[in-house]
């Protein structure tokens, strides 16, 4: 480990604890620090107190699913990141996957939002404009409360989304890593596809996925993959259940792939038998919304109108009131309970924003029946300069084994 102190590009002195277990080189961490720092300053904000593990592994490349536990990653302009977590984690964490070289170690029997407080005084922040993640899934309106009594002399604003829109536009080196993890769920999804056949059951072919899955280097994800036959197939998010596959019959495959915490995913559907009717035109409905959408991709391009280019063929095919969900959602760094980006961007209707240049997204028509069937057909997906490229090379198709 070499510890490393230098201006980065946008001025900003920065120290860093460099190692080969860093899967991204320190231009691309000053990249980001800058992006946020400069987003930071947007919001009339002196400091950033960061609770979303995504935006705490996007800053400094630390990891753990232990953020059940407290982290908040203090973020102040002129001055060193801080991460407070509990020490039995951060102590172990920050050294093997981060480059950060300031902790704040908290106890099991301290009360983490103190530690915080008293972290802030420290950098001599208390009378300061500080901004927190309202929109957090792990931000609680105790720990807000908390922070107000424990700082009363500091305003404290809500900068929610101030890492998340670094984070949208991606960098070369993050579309690298997310077709790392495309490969993966390719591979995977293919092997759970060559599985299926009449008599095995869900957790059978489960079993044969995963093993490729793990084979392949995946690592675990923000959700299971979905593995569903027949009429399970029209239950939302449903995963193996011990369904044995019938003669004529199908399976689903929603699967995704982590690499470095980065996803990509994509959603097959195979046969066995006699491919029923109805099946089938819903597959080609689904193909065909699917190459609507990405036909319509382009920088410039209106969330709502890509997506309305989608549902109107799956409306048009007569499956438009099965149709429930949006057309796509931004994928990149994933955590647990997601493995998506869709609470930043989501291709939907109502979405005002525009499609940018490596903008990366997993697009999803599809349609659930329930208690009958259900299918997608997917894609994750690149915003190009000109258009969209999708990043999958498993074949878009129907899998029809004998």
Same mark, same amino acid.
């Given at each position: *480990?070499?510890?490393?102190?230098?201006? &980065?590009?946008?001025?900003?002195? #920065? &120290? *860093? /604890? #460099?190692?080969?277990? !860093?899967?991204?080189?320190?231009?691309?961490?000053?990249?980001?620090? @800058?992006? $946020?720092?400069? /987003? *930071?300053?947007?919001a009339g904000v002196d400091a950033l107190l960061v609770r979303s593990p995504e935006n705490i592994t996007y800053l400094t490349g630390y990891e753990t699913p232990g953020y059940y536990g407290y982290h908040c990653l203090v973020l102040a302009r002129g001055q060193q990141p801080v991460l407070v977590g509990r020490r039995l984690e951060i102590e172990t964490n920050a050294p093997e996957f981060s480059w950060l070289t300031r902790l704040a170690p908290a106890q099991d029997h301290h009360v983490p939002v103190e530690v915080t407080s008293r972290t802030i005084e420290k950098m001599g922040l208390s009378r300061h404009r500080l901004g927190v993640e309202k929109n957090g899934w792990f931000f609680t309106v105790q720990e807000y409360e908390a922070l107000n009594g424990l700082l009363p002399h500091a305003r404290i604003v809500d900068a929610s989304d101030t +890492?998340?829109?670094?984070?949208? +536009?991606? &960098? @070369?080196?993050? $579309?690298? *890593?997310?077709?790392?993890?495309v490969s993966i769920a390719d591979k995977a999804c293919l092997a759970g596809i060559e599985a299926t056949r009449a008599g095995r059951s869900e957790d059978e072919i489960a079993g044969d996925l995963h093993r490729e899955w793990c084979a392949q280097g995946a690592e675990y994800t923000g959700l299971p993959n979905f593995i569903a036959s027949g009429r399970r197939s029209g239950a939302?998010?449903?995963?193996?259940?011990?369904?044995? !596959? /019938?003669? /004529?019959d199908h399976c689903i495959f929603e699967i995704a792939a982590a690499k470095s915490r980065y996803c990509g995913a994509v959603f097959r559907t195979a046969t066995v038998g006699r491919v029923k009717p109805k099946l089938r035109r819903l597959y080609h409905a689904t193909e065909s919304a699917l190459n609507a959408v990405v036909d319509a991709i382009r920088p410039g391009a209106v969330s709502e109108k890509v997506d309305k280019a989608g549902r109107d063929v799956i409306a048009k095919a007569g499956f438009g009131p099965w149709h429930r969900h949006r057309i796509g959602y931004s994928i990149g760094v994933n955590y647990p309970p997601d493995w998506g980006e869709g609470q930043i961007f989501s291709i939907r209707k109502g979405e005002k924003r525009v499609l940018e240049e490596n903008m990366t997204f997993h697009l999803v028509p599809g349609c659930l029946i329930f208690d009958e069937m259900g299918l997608v057909t997917s894609a994750s997906v690149r915003v190009t300069a000109t258009g969209c490229e999708v990043l999958n090379t498993l074949p878009i198709k129907l899998y029809e084994n004998d």
């Amino acid at each position: *480990m070499q510890k490393t102190t230098r201006k &980065s590009p946008g001025g900003h002195r #920065l &120290s *860093m /604890n #460099l190692h080969r277990r !860093l899967p991204f080189h320190r231009e691309e961490y000053e990249r980001r620090y @800058d992006a $946020v720092l400069q /987003n *930071m300053e947007g919001a009339g904000v002196d400091a950033l107190l960061v609770r979303s593990p995504e935006n705490i592994t996007y800053l400094t490349g630390y990891e753990t699913p232990g953020y059940y536990g407290y982290h908040c990653l203090v973020l102040a302009r002129g001055q060193q990141p801080v991460l407070v977590g509990r020490r039995l984690e951060i102590e172990t964490n920050a050294p093997e996957f981060s480059w950060l070289t300031r902790l704040a170690p908290a106890q099991d029997h301290h009360v983490p939002v103190e530690v915080t407080s008293r972290t802030i005084e420290k950098m001599g922040l208390s009378r300061h404009r500080l901004g927190v993640e309202k929109n957090g899934w792990f931000f609680t309106v105790q720990e807000y409360e908390a922070l107000n009594g424990l700082l009363p002399h500091a305003r404290i604003v809500d900068a929610s989304d101030t +890492v998340e829109a670094a984070r949208l +536009v991606k &960098s @070369d080196v993050e $579309v690298a *890593m997310i077709r790392k993890a495309v490969s993966i769920a390719d591979k995977a999804c293919l092997a759970g596809i060559e599985a299926t056949r009449a008599g095995r059951s869900e957790d059978e072919i489960a079993g044969d996925l995963h093993r490729e899955w793990c084979a392949q280097g995946a690592e675990y994800t923000g959700l299971p993959n979905f593995i569903a036959s027949g009429r399970r197939s029209g239950a939302c998010h449903a995963t193996w259940h011990g369904r044995r !596959l /019938n003669k /004529n019959d199908h399976c689903i495959f929603e699967i995704a792939a982590a690499k470095s915490r980065y996803c990509g995913a994509v959603f097959r559907t195979a046969t066995v038998g006699r491919v029923k009717p109805k099946l089938r035109r819903l597959y080609h409905a689904t193909e065909s919304a699917l190459n609507a959408v990405v036909d319509a991709i382009r920088p410039g391009a209106v969330s709502e109108k890509v997506d309305k280019a989608g549902r109107d063929v799956i409306a048009k095919a007569g499956f438009g009131p099965w149709h429930r969900h949006r057309i796509g959602y931004s994928i990149g760094v994933n955590y647990p309970p997601d493995w998506g980006e869709g609470q930043i961007f989501s291709i939907r209707k109502g979405e005002k924003r525009v499609l940018e240049e490596n903008m990366t997204f997993h697009l999803v028509p599809g349609c659930l029946i329930f208690d009958e069937m259900g299918l997608v057909t997917s894609a994750s997906v690149r915003v190009t300069a000109t258009g969209c490229e999708v990043l999958n090379t498993l074949p878009i198709k129907l899998y029809e084994n004998d």
